[in-house]
């Protein structure tokens, strides 16, 4: 089957409201067409082979590398949210490339270290324009990848570029500037924000149970665990805790989708969605979860916000992992010559210092971050 023939699969079985493949608004660069894949298909696959990609194997999604290898990484997470995205997308007849495209496509910004390495390098920034991992991701698929020869970037098609930059609310923002910032993004754009928040909600839940900064007992006062918790264990009441635990991750991930896509089917007919015109066209997102389900989610976040994110383990990491940011960023303004060649270059080629020494601390893995302060502070360390 080669991509005309995929492409005729599409319209056949694509809701009008699903973005196509053949109406995407193309790339920077003009290309010609691949002969056996659609356009967002190309997008994905350039997305996994990229740099970028590969290193968020070794970026912290809350546990930071070296504290085992059992937690979840960025990698995994990207993962996650890839495959719930694309299920749902399925099941609502949207396009399953664009979603996945997006979705695996949507961390590649992501500092080391997780949100605490977000936050510290903008702040570390705040005099030479921010950093947000977003504009980040954007700024590696458009500027930082260095693959073809005749252009930056890896050249994705603007559908993806702009689920990217519009990953989450507002929409209308400095970063959308060239994406119309005022119009809504695809409904495939959409689902990758709510697939994100389904991932990581329950995976974190499992990994700090894991990790023995949750217990079962705390989790009871989340109505989500509680009532879910519950009825798995009536159904196997001698499995045990570890059975009981991963069947209540996949019991949660199952509940959040079938009512992201019972509520978004629902909305799609009250709003008279027919086209995409008319998804991009609604002041706010079409993706949704029910009332019930939102106020059980914000109840599921307040909770780990407060006991896992906030846990004095989990800070007294951030706040190390903080300062060795800190001492790098310091370290690299204060003499430029202590970055490799292929770094320092940019900056002999007209680059801000501070751009390009944030992008890459930005790059970095974790242990890469922490190697590097060894060989910059340890005298006892080889260089």
Not at 40 to 47: P, S
Not at 56 to 79: A, S, W
Not at 213 to 227: F, G, H, N, Y
């Amino acid at each position: 089957m080669e991509r005309a023939d995929l492409a005729r699969l599409e319209d056949g079985i694509l809701a009008p409201y699903a973005t196509r493949s053949s109406a995407s608004r193309g790339r920077v660069h003009p290309e010609p067409d691949d002969r056996f894949r659609l356009a967002f298909q190309r997008d994905r696959d350039r997305i996994i082979h990229s740099t970028a990609f590969r290193r968020l194997e070794y970026k912290t999604q809350v546990f930071v590398n070296h504290e085992g290898d059992y937690y979840r990484t960025r990698l995994t997470h990207t993962i996650e949210a890839a495959q719930i995205v694309r299920t749902t997308a399925q099941v609502l007849r949207l396009n399953q490339d664009l979603a996945e495209a997006i979705a695996l496509s949507h961390d590649l910004g992501h500092t080391p270290f997780g949100h605490a390495g977000e936050r510290t390098l903008n702040q570390l920034m705040a005099e030479h324009g921010g950093f947000e991992h977003n504009g980040q991701s954007l700024r590696i698929v458009d500027v930082l990848e260095e693959r073809y020869p005749r252009f930056k970037g890896l050249n994705l098609t603007y559908e993806v570029r702009e689920g990217i930059v519009k990953h989450s609310l507002p929409y209308d923002k400095p970063l959308a500037r060239d994406f119309e910032p005022c119009r809504a993004p695809s409904l495939e754009a959409q689902l990758v924000d709510y697939a994100d928040e389904i991932a990581y909600n329950t995976h974190d839940i499992d990994d700090g149970l894991k990790s023995g900064l949750l217990t079962a007992e705390q989790l009871e006062d989340v109505r989500l665990w509680r009532e879910t918790y519950g009825a798995i264990r009536e159904e196997f009441p001698t499995a045990g805790f570890r059975i009981w635990r991963y069947q209540v991750q996949r019991a949660l991930i199952k509940n959040f989708v079938t009512d992201l896509v019972e509520t978004v089917e629902s909305r799609v007919q009250s709003l008279r969605i027919k086209g995409v015109d008319d998804v991009r066209a609604q002041a706010g997102p079409i993706a949704t979860f029910s009332d019930e389900m939102e106020e059980k989610r914000l109840e599921l976040k307040g909770f780990l916000m407060e006991n896992l994110y906030r846990h004095f383990r989990v800070t007294r990491m951030m706040v190390k992992v903080q300062r060795v940011m800190a001492d790098l960023f310091h370290a690299y303004m204060s003499e430029p010559n202590q970055l490799p060649p292929h770094i320092i270059g940019r900056v002999a080629a007209g680059e801000k210092p501070a751009r390009v020494i944030c992008d890459y601390i930005a790059g970095m893995t974790d242990r890469f971050a922490l190697e590097e302060h060894r060989k910059l502070f340890d005298p006892d360390e080889r260089v």
